[in-house]
C-alpha cells in the first residue's frame, strides 16, 4: 500500500508540474501575442499622418490639382462637403498648382452638401482670382452635381456626357388604399397641425401638398439662380433648361450649359497649360483602412485570448 501510494504521490507531483507549465507557456505566449499587437499598432498610428496620395505632399514644380467628385453627393460619402472642401483648400493654398479641375461624376444628391461646396468654390475664386477652375466631365454630371460645376469658370464634357437634371423632387410612397384593403387601421397622434407632414401610411392632403411643393420651388429657384450666375450670358434659356431634363454633351454645350469637349489630360496640358497632374482628392489613407480591418482581427483575437486564459483549459 505504501508504495502504491509512493507511487500515486509521484504521478500526481508530475501532473500538477506539467499543467503548471503548460498554464506558464499559455500566459507567456498571450504576452508575446498581445505585446506584437501593441507594436503594430503603435507603428501604423507613427505612420497614419504620412502621405499616401499624391497631393497629400510638397510638389516641387508646376502642377495642375486634381479633385474627383464622384457618386452621390451626401454628407457621410466620399464626396461629402467637408471632402470637396478640403481637398479644395489645399488645391488653392498650393502655390505650384496653376489650375484646378474638379472631374464631376455624379447623379447630383443633397441641395445643402452641393451649395456648401458652390460657396466655396466661389469664395477660392474670389482670394485666388489668377488661379482658375475647371469642370471636367466623364459620364454624368446631373442635378447636384451640376449645381457645384456651375461654379466654375468653364465646364467641359465628351460628347456622350449627361448633362443637367435641373431641378429638385421629393420621393415617397403611399399604401392608405393597400392597408384599407387589408382593414389596417394607422393611429397616428400629433402635437401640430403638419407634424405627419407626408406621413406614407396617411392619407395625403391638398394643404401638404401645396406646402411641400411651394418648398420644392423655393429650392429650384435656388439652383436656376446659380447657373444664371455661373454661367452668365452663355446661357441659351428656353423652357427645358429648368425643367429637369438631361442633355449630351454636345447639345449642353449647344445651350450653353457647358462649354467645350474636353478631357482632365487636354485642359491640363492645353487650357492650364500644367500638364503633371496632382491629385489632390481626399482619400481614405492606407492607415486607416489598415486599422478598420486589423481592429476586427484584433478583437477575434482578444476573445480567442480570454477563453485560452481559462485556467480549467488544458491543452
Sequence with gaps: MNENGWERDVLEKLMFQTLKEQRARRRWGIFFKLTTIVLVIFAIVSIRNLSFTEGDGAPVQQHTALIEINGTIEPNGNASAANIIKALDKAYEEPMA????????????????????????????????????????????????????????????????????????????????????????RRLLTAGEYKGFLDPFSPQTPQQVKYAQSMLNQIHQQFIDVVRTGRGDRLKENSEIFSGLVFLGPEAIRLGLADELGTVESVARDVIAAPEIVDYTEQEKLADRVLKKFGASVGYGAARAGLDWNPVSVQ
Excluded at 108 to 114: E, F, I, K, R, Y
Aim: proline share 5%.
Design 98 to 185: 496653376t489650375g484646378v479641375i474638379l472631374k464631376i461624376n455624379s447623379p447630383g444628391g443633397s441641395p445643402v452638401q452641393a451649395g456648401m461646396i458652390y460657396d466655396e468654390i466661389r469664395r477660392l475664386r474670389q482670394i485666388y482670382p489668377d488661379k482658375p477652375l475647371y469642370v471636367v466631365v466623364e459620364e454624368l454630371c446631373a442635378s447636384g452635381g451640376y449645381y457645384v460645376a456651375a461654379a466654375a469658370d468653364k465646364i467641359y464634357v465628351d460628347k456622350a456626357s449627361i448633362v443637367g437634371s435641373i431641378g429638385v423632387m421629393i420621393n415617397g410612397f403611399g399604401v392608405t388604399g393597400l392597408m384599407d384593403k387589408l382593414g389596417i387601421e
